[in-house]
C-alpha cells in the first residue's frame, strides 16, 4: 500500500484534487495526505498588515483551512479517513518534500480567463517539472 499526496489550500481546485485523489485512492488502496503550506511573507508582518493581533497563529489559521476544506470536499467521516500535514515553507517545495517516496502526487490547476486558461499555476507547474514521483494536475 502507497501514499497519494494532495495539495489543498482550500480553493475549487484543490477540493477538485482532493476528491480525485481520494477516489483514485479507493481504487489502489493507497492512502490519501493532504499537505497545506504556508509561509511568512518577504516582508514584515507588520508592514504588510497592519492590525494584526500579537497572538496570531498562521499555523493554526492554515490547519484550519485544510480541516474545512477537508470536510467540505469530503463530508465528517471521509475527512477521518485522509491524513493531515501542516507545514511551514513555499508550497510547491513543500508539496516536493511531502511527494518524496509517494506513488502520486495530485495538485489543482489555477483556474484563469481569457488567454491564460491554457496555463498551469506556478506550483503545478513547478511541480510537474520536479517531482521525484507522477503528478497529476486536476483541471476544473
Same mark, same amino acid.
Given at each position: 500500500?502507497?501514499?497519494?499526496?494532495?495539495?489543498? !489550500?482550500?480553493? !475549487?481546485?484543490?477540493?477538485? %484534487? *482532493?476528491?480525485?485523489?481520494?477516489? #483514485?485512492? =479507493? *481504487?489502489?488502496?493507497? @492512502? &490519501?495526505?493532504?499537505?497545506?503550506?504556508?509561509?511568512?511573507? %518577504?516582508?514584515?508582518? $507588520?508592514?504588510?498588515?497592519?492590525?494584526?493581533?500579537? !497572538?496570531?497563529?498562521? #499555523? +493554526?489559521?492554515?490547519?484550519? +483551512?485544510?480541516?474545512? +476544506?477537508?470536510? =467540505?470536499?469530503?463530508?465528517? !467521516?471521509? %475527512?477521518?479517513?485522509?491524513? /493531515?500535514?501542516?507545514?511551514?515553507?513555499?508550497? $510547491?517545495?513543500?508539496?516536493?518534500? /511531502? $511527494?518524496?517516496?509517494? =506513488?502520486?502526487? &495530485?495538485?489543482?490547476? /489555477?483556474?484563469?480567463?481569457?488567454?491564460? +486558461?491554457?496555463?498551469?499555476?506556478?506550483?503545478?507547474?513547478?511541480? @510537474? #517539472?520536479? %517531482?521525484?514521483?507522477?503528478?497529476?494536475?486536476? /483541471?476544473?
Amino acid at each position: 500500500m502507497g501514499r497519494i499526496v494532495v495539495g489543498v !489550500d482550500g480553493s !475549487d481546485q484543490s477540493i477538485k %484534487a *482532493l476528491r480525485w485523489a481520494v477516489r #483514485q485512492a =479507493e *481504487l489502489t488502496g493507497d @492512502t &490519501v495526505e493532504a499537505v497545506n503550506s504556508w509561509e511568512y511573507p %518577504a516582508t514584515s508582518w $507588520a508592514s504588510m498588515m497592519p492590525g494584526l493581533p500579537e !497572538d496570531f497563529d498562521p #499555523q +493554526a489559521v492554515a490547519t484550519v +483551512a485544510l480541516n474545512e +476544506a477537508l470536510e =467540505e470536499a469530503l463530508g465528517a !467521516d471521509g %475527512a477521518q479517513r485522509v491524513e /493531515r500535514v501542516v507545514v511551514i515553507g513555499n508550497p $510547491a517545495q513543500s508539496l516536493l518534500e /511531502r $511527494a518524496r517516496g509517494a =506513488e502520486l502526487l &495530485v495538485v489543482g490547476a /489555477r483556474g484563469y480567463s481569457g488567454l491564460k +486558461a491554457t496555463l498551469l499555476g506556478s506550483v503545478s507547474l513547478h511541480v @510537474t #517539472q520536479h %517531482a521525484s514521483c507522477p503528478v497529476t494536475v486536476v /483541471r476544473g
